[in-house]
């Protein structure tokens, strides 16, 4: 990795703008904490005719083109019960309407695995899933997360200050998600730039994916183009051209906001209790249990939707078939029936599973990496960062947003 970039932190500032990341027209002029409205809606009914947003009191825009499907009847679930059955259940809750068409539809999280079902689903899931278990997590740190990092925290360590968001939370996902296609650090950094644009992308990819047909590298396109199955008719099947394209795609959208703000909704919950940061600090087998905690407490991305399939009575409504059903596991995760005294942002609560990386066959692919991204993240914070602590001085972070929600900057000083 080369570091030329990395270390021009008006670059970085510039392609990682707070206010393009909020936009006013998705739900970022949203500045409440939703919660109490959710706790109130679970405690009258598990599902409400209606989308999230406008039942929590929002009535500013939260999609950027509008509400998709404004002809069907929406629904919108807040238990847990509910959320976590409808993930699971993906026929009857299916992700898309129509098939899915790589080779010929657009380059977009919408016409990507995320929308896939059945068979389909099945077979993409299974070639490109392996660089991301678990065992390979610590691949993407040696590789990747570690190196950039530590070029990050380079870059502000001899100020004694920072903004955490911006100078660190954001740029990290980005970097480690591209340069684990084998792009240099410069080309990352387009990549940010073109991430509005995924023909750009396809073009910065294509001599990669040529490249690694012909000899492989250790990165993730390496093992894209060698992935393969057999299938139930005993033929070897493997990644087209216009899948690795679309995965690659998928990647960076479903991988980088998310992980960004996930990050700075994990600092912003420990710097706001610095007894709780200096027990982490400590004893640094506290932190994946404060991860985790602030996975459930606040997740980023608190909405995803499902389209039913069948006429089906559930959690007590009636859903016709062609609904759409929002499941709001912002409010799952705080679910008194599951979680003693939700609201609390407890890292010694007995660890059970969220809803944060979603459930069933869609379950996050990215969650091992997005985790050992915040953990060598955090972890790096601490041990170079003495007295970190957040800047009295400056506005104290709040989170905002509806669907994607975050911090404002977090000012911090240290030394
Ligand atoms: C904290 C950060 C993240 C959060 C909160 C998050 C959340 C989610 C959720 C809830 C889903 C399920 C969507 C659905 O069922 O409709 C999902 C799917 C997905 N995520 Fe993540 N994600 C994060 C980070 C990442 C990262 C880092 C990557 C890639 C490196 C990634 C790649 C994916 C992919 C490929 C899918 C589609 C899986 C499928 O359809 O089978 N995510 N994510």
Redo the contacts with the bound molecule.
Sequence with gaps: MTTKHLLDRDRVRELFDLRAAYNAKMGGGYEEDPNPVWHDLRSRAAVHPGVVHELTGYAGPAFFQGLPHPDRPHFSAFSYEACSSA?RDNETFA?SLVPVDLENGNLSALN???S?GGQQ?RRY?AL?QPS?MPKNAGWWIRNWIEECVTLLIDSFVDEGRAELNVDFCAAI?VL??ASSFGVSVEKALDIREAMNRPHEIVSILEPIVAARRESPQDDLISVLVAAEIVNEDGVKQRLSDAEIYS?SV??LT???G??WK??GIVLTALLERPEVLAAVRDDRGLLNPAIEEA?RWT???PM???FVSRDVEFAGTHLPEGSVLHLC?GAANRDPARWENPDVFDIDRPLQPA?????????????H??RA??RTGINALLDRLPNLRLDPDADAPRFIGMYERGATEIPVIFG
């Design positions: 993930f992700s990507s695995m995320l896939m689903h899931r490109v991301f996902p480690t998600i995965f998928l990647l479903a991988g980088s998310t992980t996930q990050m996975f997740p980023t991305d995803f939707s499902r596991l809803l944060t990386f979603g459930g069933g066959v869609h379950t996050c692919l990215g969650m990496v997005a991204e915040i």
